[in-house]
């Protein structure tokens, strides 16, 4: 049955053959007549942002909670433009999700019309793949083709832009399964050979560690319980970049910790000491390898990702394994099972005992005195305090959100949202909307960062008129802290404008958008006001005032090795970072 | 504090710079890619040498299928041998794109060009030009009392080498296809 409809009206029924139920969107001249059918409509919800950049952090964050594309609808021109942090955020992390454009008419492109803007030019390096659609005949076909590629293969932004006049005329619609997909199939499945080698590098290896990233979570929940059945079936040790948190248990017998510039001692040291390193859904980010030639020096590396793009691209690896991780961990399960199960448990004893050498260091370890709060206390007790609870944690970007890795424990994927890749302020808050509108009943909660929350503080007008209940701790330092840390380290301590003044009142800002304020100054006061945000029905901004000088530890000076780390409280910092380093970030 | 003292470029450890250049050999690469044939695929292509910062030598591109859509690409680039890994990697990994060949090591491979040169010049200059065009088997595609265009296909090194010698017998403007190149053979 062939059905005719307007372009406006096939796309939301495009979005409803998806499977889409939210909409992160912001209306304008271009797309009028899509917001028209959305009025007449019940089956998916729009949220109004108070900015596009908020839309798709948010699209981000409702992705990355439920492992389903994020949907973004912003007009023309400025709506598109304010998009791009977003969807270069999304890339960066793989994070699947489908933003349409409105465009002015076709009959107007080129023209400078008001509200154009070439957005499938200025997004291109930004998206995985992006379409201006000229036809409504092509419309609803495309549309599919863009849920496909945002969600196969290595997951990213796609971007769909819809000019007005394509809106308005009226086409035959097509149906998801008559959509044109099969040219783009990106291979799942590895190479077994390459696989039974991995297995017999892991049958012998002495000192093998696990080094698992963001791709154990996009690969979907099947991963992470193949990981954590190999993990437990071998017992080697395991550790995490920053995107992969929660794959593995955080309070699994064989968790490590997360590795990396601001990583844990006995992460960074094993991936150092080891001989064969497993690369599972990772890629050897330079936040991960420090200096590139004394990376991981002695050890065997094979990398299991389905970007082949991403295998030899930073570290030559003796085993590449092109795939997706689950099917590529569950193979690798069946060849280990099947020829008996076998490790070095002679090694692997010694090597345990060698990182549980590591682990007595404690180089997490803090002393809270006195009457300022420090920032690890902080995360230490909301860990405490919420821990059992159906918990989703948002980051912004600085130091909070190093303490934050390092301080909370994420015992499942899909938990923990923060921005990886492009490290971008104002992610967080907007994010964390985006994962309760995705879970309506659990407790969400975005460590934030003064500075980074006043970026996207205009979202609290989304959460309070969505009644979602978001809790925004902000570890207020005052401080743009991790632009401090580097000035401490790297500039003789000229703190160039690196210190937030003229903060508003956070309670008062809460209020004045109808929320509730909290603020808290004192150690004593730290679990009441904890307590009394997470039961507050509604949502809440906690201003957490912390110490202001506090350094976050461990840390690899850039352009050092993994065993070059300063650790807590006394490490030296002046001068820690060499001229070699200082220009890297 | 000691200032920074870092020339542009000369940092062992930059996180970008993720190769020794020196540490390899730079080797010259054609790679033929088919695409669809879709408004802003040469751009993505494109985008993906300057946004990494691989070079481009040369570039052709036409419609070679017209019902199917498709356009060959040739890019002829040089890079070290993990530089021109990732750059077929890279290229694989755009949507439209649908086969990367690389004819330099899959096997034996005609590479060819087409130029146009003109040549302006009198008395013996003139007499000299076109006595080396026959030597090169070009042909005259036009003619004035003081100038020829000529039209001369080969490898590119032969074109260079006709254009070094036209140089100083008033060599004025010339014009490139850039690299066509098929793998010799059935496949
Ligand atoms: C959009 C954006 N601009 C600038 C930066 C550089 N930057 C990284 S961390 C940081 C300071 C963040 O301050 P705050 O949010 O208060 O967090 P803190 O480090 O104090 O915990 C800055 C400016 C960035 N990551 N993103
Ligand atoms: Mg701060």
């Not at chain 1, 465009?103 to 200025?122: C, K, R, S």
């Not at chain 2, 300057?50 to 498709?70: K, Q």
């Amino acid at each position: 049955m062939t059905r005719q409809m307007t372009g406006a009206k096939m796309v939301v029924q495009a979005l409803k053959d998806q499977g889409v139920d939210t909409v992160f969107g912001y209306p304008g001249g271009a797309v009028l007549p899509i917001y028209d059918e959305i009025f007449q409509q019940n089956d998916i919800r729009h949220i109004l942002v108070r900015h596009e950049q908020g839309a798709v952090h948010a699209a981000e964050g409702y992705a990355r909670a439920t492992g389903k594309p994020g949907v973004v609808l912003v007009t023309s021109g400025p709506g598109a433009t304010n998009a791009v942090t977003g969807l270069t955020d999304a890339l960066m992390d793989s994070i699947p999700i489908v933003v349409l454009t409105g465009q002015v008419p076709t009959f107007m492109i080129g023209n400078d019309a008001f509200q154009e803007a070439d957005t499938v030019g200025i997004t291109r390096p930004c998206t995985k793949h992006n379409w201006l659609v000229k036809d409504t005949a092509k419309l609803s076909d495309t549309i599919h083709q863009a849920f496909h590629v945002a969600t196969s293969g290595r997951p990213g932004p796609v971007l769909v832009d819809i000019p007005k006049d394509v809106q308005f005329a009226s086409a035959t619609y097509v149906t998801p399964q008559k959509a044109n997909t099969k040219h783009y199939q990106p291979k799942v499945k590895g190479d077994r050979e390459a696989i039974t080698q991995l297995v017999e590098l892991i049958e012998q290896a002495e000192r093998p560690i696990f080094y698992t990233g963001g791709g154990v979570i996009n690969s979907g929940p099947a991963a992470s319980q193949l990981l954590r059945e190999l993990v437990e079936g071998t017992g080697f040790p395991i550790t995490s970049t920053l995107m992969g948190l929660g794959a593995y248990p955080a309070s699994g017998k064989a968790w490590l910790g997360m590795l990396g510039m601001h990583g844990l001692y006995e992460a960074n040291l094993a991936m150092h000491g080891c001989d064969l390193m497993i690369n599972v859904g990772a890629r050897f980010d330079d936040r991960i390898t420090g200096r590139l030639q004394d990376f991981s020096p002695h050890s065997k590396k094979a990398h299991i990702d389905i970007d082949p793009s991403s295998i030899n691209k930073v570290i030559h690896v003796d085993i590449p394994i092109v795939g997706d991780v689950a099917h590529v961990l569950e193979d690798l399960l069946n060849i280990w099972k099947a020829r008996g199960r076998k490790t070095n448990a002679e090694g692997l004893a010694k090597w345990w005992g060698k990182i549980d050498e590591w682990r007595k260091v404690d180089c997490l370890k803090f002393t809270q005195s006195g009457n300022t709060i420090k920032p690890q206390h902080a995360l230490a007790r909301l860990e405490a305090l919420t821990k059992g609870h159906d918990r989703y944690i948002c980051t912004e970007v600085g130091q909070h959100q190093m303490w934050a890795a390092q301080y909370l424990g994420f015992e499942d994927p899909n938990r923990w949202m923060t921005s990886g890749g492009l490290g971008t302020m104002g992610y967080g808050f907007p994010a964390s909307i985006g994962v309760q509108m995705a879970h309506p009943d659990a407790l969400v909660i975005n460590v934030a960062g003064e500075a980074s929350w006043l970026m996207n503080m205009q979202e609290m007008g989304t959460a309070v008129q969505y009644r979602l209940p978001v809790k925004q701790f902000i570890l207020n330092n005052e401080r743009l802290g991790m632009v401090r840390q580097w000035q401490e380290l790297l500039h003789g301590e000229r703190y160039s404008q690196s210190w937030s003044e003229a903060l508003p009142d956070f309670v008062k800002l809460a209020e004045a958008f109808g929320a509730k304020g909290i603020i808290c100054k004192d150690p004593k006061d730290l679990d009441d006001a904890i307590m009394e945000m997470i039961e507050h029905d509604g949502p809440v901004i906690m201003d957490c005032l912390v110490e202001k000088h506090e350094n976050c530890f461990p840390m690899i000076p850039s352009g050092e090795p993994h065993n070059k780390m300063l650790l807590g409280e006394n490490a030296s910092t002046k001068d820690a970072i060499k001229s070699g380093g200082a220009v890297l970030v | 504090m000691s200032a920074l003292k870092i020339k542009k470029g000369s940092s062992k450890h930059s996180a970008y710079d993720l190769r020794d250049p020196n540490a390899d050999v730079i080797e010259s690469h054609t790679l033929a890619i088919v695409v669809d044939n879709e408004a802003g695929v040469l751009a993505r292509v494109i985008g993906l040498f300057s946004g990494r910062g691989y070079n481009i030598e040369s570039l052709t591109v036409a419609e070679i299928d017209h019902l199917g859509h498709r356009s060959r690409i040739t890019v002829v680039t040089t890079g070290t041998p993990s530089v021109i890994e990732q750059i077929k990697a890279q290229l694989g990994r755009i949507v439209p794109v649908h086969e990367v060949h690389d004819l330099t090591v899959e096997g034996p491979s005609v590479e060819r060009e087409l130029a146009l040169l003109k040549v302006a010049g009198e008395g013996d200059k003139r007499v000299e030009a076109l006595r080396l065009a026959d030597i090169f088997r070009a042909s005259v595609m036009d003619s004035t009392l003081t100038s020829f265009v000529f039209e001369i296909t080969g490898t590119p090194e032969k074109i260079d080498a006709f254009a070094d010698l036209m140089r100083p017998l008033g060599l004025v403007e010339i014009a490139r296809t850039g690299v066509a190149a098929l793998s010799r053979g059935t496949e």
